[in-house]
């Protein structure tokens, strides 16, 4: 078991292979989709069988609210993007996770959604860690 891991929980081997661990929140697990197309996160609820938000326990559906803020502004931050865009489907990976993704006007994408568009780009390994530093450093 990974620190910061709840007993029972696991992840979505979907989620996990197209995303690295940024950090462990109180909640959830923050993770960075490697996409070099758009600077994307994952806020995952560390809870065993939950799959909509309404599966959560009100004190954890509080907790993920604040979470979302939380990530929401350093991930604003590190972008310097004008909007942060947040979904929550799960109808592809059975497993509650709320996406966000960072959108500038004039981005690559604009003003169309970008979730799951194309194939995704990965990204370079050298500008990987200075990334996660940053979003670390943001939180």
Partial sequence: MLPGTKSGF??????????????WLGLCELRLIDDSRWLRLL????????E????LTPLDQAMLTFEISLV????????????????????????????MVARSQGDAGWPDPVWD???RKPRDRKSL???????????
């Fill in 117 to 119: 568009d194309e194939p």
């Fill in 52 to 55: 909509e938000l309404h599966d």
């Fill in 43 to 50: 806020l995952i609820p560390q809870r065993s069988g939950v």
């Fill in 72 to 99: 929401s502004k350093a991930l604003k931050q590190v972008a310097q993007c004008d909007t942060v865009n947040m979904s929550i489907a799960c109808n592809a990976v059975r497993q509650l996770h709320v996406e």
């Fill in 129 to 139: 860690r200075p990334l996660l530093d940053k979003l670390r450093a943001a939180m």
């Fill in 10 to 23: 696991e992840l979505d081997a979907r989620l996990e292979s197209n995303s690295v661990s940024v950090l």
